[in-house]
């Protein structure tokens, strides 16, 4: 059984990208740090149009306060060369309002990583782009 030879890459509308994040829980940040561009991969929530994660005090959270930022998120299946991958562009900030931290604490967004990570991050869109391969 061979791979299949004909290729399409297209273009994700928006609607699709968006079921596509919300159909995720892991993808990656990336940011400027100190003029050095940085890729960290976090666990993440799709929640009210933004991406949200949680981090400890560090360069992330500095970071995100400073520069642009994106976040990916992607699936891959290396067998048959196809997949899709969803990119977000916008401004990071973190989350103070008390309001919404309570309605961000009831999301399941346990961080995998070890720390405190009690600092809640979102990424406002100011475009989602995504691509698909098939």
């Not at 290729?7 to 159909?23: G, K």
């Not at 949680?54 to 998120?73: I, K, N, P, Q």
Request: proline share 7%; hydrophobic share 40%.
């Amino acid at each position: 059984m061979g791979v299949p030879m004909s290729r399409r890459l297209e273009s994700l509308p928006v609607e699709e990208c968006l079921r596509l994040l919300e159909s995720r829980s892991v993808g990656r940040v990336a940011f400027i740090d100190d003029g050095v561009p940085q890729v960290l991969p976090v666990n993440y929530r799709f929640h009210e149009g933004t991406v949200v994660f949680r981090t400890d005090y560090g360069a992330l959270l500095d970071a995100v306060h400073l520069s642009a930022t994106a976040f990916e998120v992607d699936a891959i299946d290396a067998d048959y060369r196809t997949g899709w991958s969803v990119v977000v562009h916008g401004k990071a900030e973190e989350v103070w309002r008390p309001e919404e931290l309570a309605r961000l604490r009831d999301l399941p967004l346990r961080p995998w990583a070890p720390g405190h990570r009690d600092h809640y991050v979102r990424i406002l869109p100011n475009a989602i782009t995504g691509r698909r391969i098939s």
